[in-house]
Nanobody
Framework: QVQLVESGGGSVQPGGSLRLSCVAS????????LGWFRQAPGKEREVVAGVYILAGKTYYAAPVKGRFTTSQDTAENSVYLQMDRLKPEDTGTYYC??????????????????WGQGTLVTISS
């Protein structure tokens, strides 16, 4: 049984930083994509960033490019999201997601196979 467990959410002021972590377990075949989605209150879930592991490529959604950095550790089956210069509009529940099959570019939620339970990020003064 595959499990994705996120950690690192919380509440910070605008301009602050947070680092999210996600550890994947239960699948030994290797992930094709590990990344992050988020859902703000009243809005649809959207992709934030992720790593196409086999291709060695990284994707960032336009609203976070230049402020967020994602990385992954193959040996640990982990993916991280460093979020800097946070804005109130970054508020939402952040979900770790994984795909074990070839994944389209850009990634979308329908191409993911597994999801974490979500971690809440609140940006407020």
């Amino acid at each position: 049984q595959v499990q994705l467990v996120e950690s690192g959410g919380g509440s910070v002021q605008p301009g602050g930083s947070l680092r999210l972590s996600c550890v994947a377990s239960g699948y030994t075949g290797g992930y094709n994509f590990l990344g992050w989605f988020r859902q703000a209150p009243g809005k649809e879930r959207e992709v934030v960033a992720g790593v196409y592991i086999l291709a060695g490529k990284t994707y960032y959604a336009a609203p976070v490019k230049g402020r967020f950095t994602t990385s992954q550790d193959t040996a640990e089956n982990s993916v991280y999201l460093q979020m800097d210069r946070l804005k109130p509009e970054d508020t939402g529940t952040y979900y770790c997601a994984a795909s074990i099959k070839p994944t389209i570019w850009p990634p979308n939620e329908y191409s993911m196979d597994y999801w974490g339970q979500g971690t809440l990020v609140t940006i407020s003064s």
